[in-house]
């Protein structure tokens, strides 16, 4: 499967718990981008990398989230000290940028994340 | 906040028959997108419009775009089960980088 993939695909934490997910996403895509999507809502931009640059960032990516991406690859969303309002689908998506504003995003399949 | 907005908000029809869906946006845009997501599952690409298109098609889904009223349709002919989705436009803004900002969706079932 060459498609963008998620780690896990569901997990339970107790509120105050760190969690990390993760995501790998279409080889050679330069660009990935992390949302999230509360139920029945469309998905809300998070934040998005250039290769392993982190270059925009939603005022939603409060202090306890942080995003990596350290070798252009593979990306990590940490959450620190979960809160009940972080219970949410978080997807990841990929692409590859040829400078015109025009490419595709390719989304994974999502980690749900319920904090209790 | 989202800047789309679909209507209507669900759509239940006929195996056979057209679904047609609404967006409206509020910025100047780069390019429209429209995505499905089956039940809490990821989201398909389904076609892109370009800002300065107004009218495009794939297999049984066209797509048209206003720039002068900032909104957007999708159609889809001969519905079919399968097509039982949620459907979300996404715009991409001229000047925000690379973000797509999604609408809350519409939900369409088709009955068989």
């Known amino acids: 499967d060459t498609g963008v993939s998620q780690d896990p695909r569901h997990k339970i934490t107790k509120r105050g718990q760190n969690v990390t997910f993760r995501c790998d996403p279409i080889s050679e895509h330069n660009r990935l981008y992390w949302y999230r999507q509360t139920l029945g809502q469309g998905p809300e931009f998070l934040t998005y990398?250039?290769?392993?640059?982190?270059?925009?960032k939603s005022r939603l990516l409060s202090d306890r989230f942080s995003a990596e991406r350290p070798k252009g690859s593979f990306s990590t969303l940490e959450i620190q000290r979960t809160e009940q309002g972080d219970s949410a689908m978080y997807l990841c998506?990929?692409?590859?940028?040829f400078g015109l504003g025009l490419e595709t995003q390719y989304f994974g399949p999502g980690t749900r994340l319920l904090v209790l | 906040s989202q800047q789309g907005e679909e209507d209507p908000q669900a759509l239940s029809i006929q195996e056979g028959e057209n679904a047609t869906m609404n967006c409206s946006y509020k910025?100047?845009?780069?390019?429209l997108q429209w995505y499905r997501q089956n039940s809490g599952r990821g989201l398909v690409h389904l076609i892109l419009i370009r800002s300065n298109e107004r009218e495009k098609h794939s297999g049984r889904l066209r797509v048209t775009l206003d720039t002068s009223k900032k909104s957007s349709s999708l159609l889809i002919t001969a519905s079919r089960a399968a097509d039982t989705a949620s459907y979300f436009c996404a715009t991409r803004k001229e000047t925000s980088g690379s973000r797509l900002t999604f609408g809350e969706g519409t939900q369409l079932t088709v009955n068989p």
């Open positions: 998506a990929s692409s590859f940028s």
């Open positions: 910025t100047s845009i780069n390019n």
């Open positions: 990398f250039q290769n392993e640059a982190q270059l925009e």
